[in-house]
């Protein structure tokens, strides 16, 4: 077996409704579009968590966050006792890379401590566009060939809506620069493993202004949002979430753009404005993983390369009156995009309405490689799916996700919750304030009549605590590896 190279595109907060391929309106996404059209689009991924830490040790180790333990962003660093997937391409030979975030520790105000055995032979750390590193900042080093100091260019996040660099001098510009010099590499016939993990569409909203300027805010569909959202928060107030105080979005609209942290957002804003912003930072991606494309194909290595599409979670951008992330589980957080391609041997021009999760996805590689799976490994491996041996709608009965103690925040109080979705109903439990949700999405696709305290449905409230507890459980870890009877 010819093993294949591996294009992993990780975006950072995209949610899953911004492919205009399958019909959202408001998104532009021609590149992806083609791509999907080249692979399996599955429709129903979801995120282990709605934080990028745990989620990104979930899809780098392939264990839940309960398992894993690693829940938090801004954590001292990483567990040494774990496997990443890069490394397990790397002892096979491979030559492996990163480009971008690895977010598997703290980054604020300092460079990321790596894992001594993260897989990565290059490493081009970029956390996000920003001054924050004198050293160690490969995308302020690249600007500063270019003649560009990033502290001139990138203030503090203060502005909902700014345009702080032309495109050409973007972090999306310099992720491609980076790719195509990794994968165009003279002198080296060894496969290769390459991520690229993208800052956008992450806050701050702020893409070239180029890119914003195709984009009319008047035209963005709006937020799920009903006046019944404001009440339904109250009894969620002492859950961690990065909106403090939730909004009318539409209301809002009136208001201006804000001028606020964007870890704290104000109590008006333009949301047409953000979801433009939003919507051309996704843009400009997309034409990134074109020009990608588009190289392996003129270079003849488009058969010999997967190309994997995915976000880490998601962005609430207005719905239900919220902003960002945090412990909450709407679908704009927990369900992310994700397209999967490999001429001749993926499936094309497939949409899976399968339940598959992010951290299938190291199963899911290693067995397109024919690797060995770590022992560690909790996920299932999605691609008999994607190549067309077992059914294409068909993977997983549930999916999990979860919350612990992930944001910093003088305020905030450690929430706990967690998630469990048949791919109908949902049930979400906030441990830490004895206040639960239950939706029913074939019904109410928006979450927008939350059936927790409803009489009619306690019987089926209870069935699903008793199967998202028992899957919980089951997902728990058992500790160390066993090497004998007693």
Request: glycine share 8%; net charge negative; charged share 25%.
């Amino acid at each position: 077996m010819t093993r294949p190279n591996i294009l992993w595109i990780c975006t950072d907060q995209q949610r899953w409704d911004t492919l205009s391929g399958l019909g959202f309106p408001g998104a532009r996404t021609p590149c992806l579009d083609r791509l999907a059209g080249e692979g399996v689009t599955f429709t129903r991924a979801y995120t282990q968590s709605p934080i990028c830490t745990p989620s990104r040790a979930s899809f780098l180790t392939g264990m839940y966050p309960i398992a894993h333990q690693v829940q938090r962003n801004g954590n001292t660093g990483f567990r040494e006792d774990l496997t990443l997937v890069p490394e397990v391409f790397r002892a096979a030979g491979y030559r492996t890379g990163l480009i971008g975030k690895l977010h598997l520790s703290a980054a604020q105000e300092r460079v990321e401590k790596r894992p001594l055995r993260d897989g990565y032979e290059e490493f081009y750390w970029s956390q996000h566009p920003g001054a924050e590193w004198p050293q160690g900042h490969d995308y302020a080093g690249w600007l500063a060939e270019r003649g560009i100091d990033i502290a001139d260019v990138y203030g503090p996040a203060s502005d909902f809506i700014s345009h702080p660099v032309a495109p050409q001098h973007s972090q999306v510009a310099w992720a491609r620069d980076r790719a195509l010099s990794f994968m165009e590499r003279e002198g080296d016939d060894r496969p290769w493993f390459l991520s690229i993990n993208l800052y956008d569409p992450h806050p701050p909203f702020d893409p070239p202004k180029e890119w914003f300027d195709r984009f009319d805010p008047a035209a963005m569909p709006r937020p799920a949002f009903a006046p019944s959202d404001l009440a339904h928060h109250r009894k969620l107030a002492g859950v961690d979430q990065q909106t403090r105080h939730p909004v009318d979005p539409m209301a809002a609209a009136s208001g201006p753009a804000g001028k606020c942290n964007h870890d704290t957002p104000p109590e008006t804003y333009d949301i047409g404005r953000i979801r433009a912003a939003y919507a051309a930072m996704i843009a400009q991606v997309d034409e990134m993983v074109g020009q990608l494309v588009d190289r392996l194909d003129e270079t003849g290595r488009r058969r010999d390369t997967l190309v994997l599409f995915m976000s880490d979670h998601g962005e609430m951008l207005g719905d239900h009156g919220l902003l960002y992330k945090g412990c909450r589980f709407y679908e704009g957080l927990v369900h992310v995009p994700m397209i999967l391609s490999l001429p001749g041997q993926v499936c094309e021009g497939v949409r899976s309405d399968a339940l598959v999760e992010l951290v299938d996805i190291p199963a899911t590689l290693l067995e397109a490689a024919d690797l060995p799976l770590p022992a560690q490994n909790q996920g299932l491996s999605f691609w008999p799916l994607a190549t067309g041996r077992t059914d294409p709608h068909r993977h997983k009965d549930f999916v999990l996700s979860e919350y612990f103690d992930a944001l910093g925040a003088p305020d905030f109080v450690g929430s706990r919750g967690s998630m469990y979705f048949d791919g109908r109903h949902k049930i979400a439990i906030y441990h830490d304030v004895g206040a639960g949700e239950l939706f029913d999405l074939a019904e109410d696709p928006g979450e927008l009549n939350d059936l927790w305290d409803s009489p009619g449905h306690a019987a089926l409230k209870a069935d699903l605590v008793l199967r998202h507890f028992s899957a919980m459980m089951c997902r728990s870890g058992a500790g160390a590896e066993r090497v004998a009877d007693y």
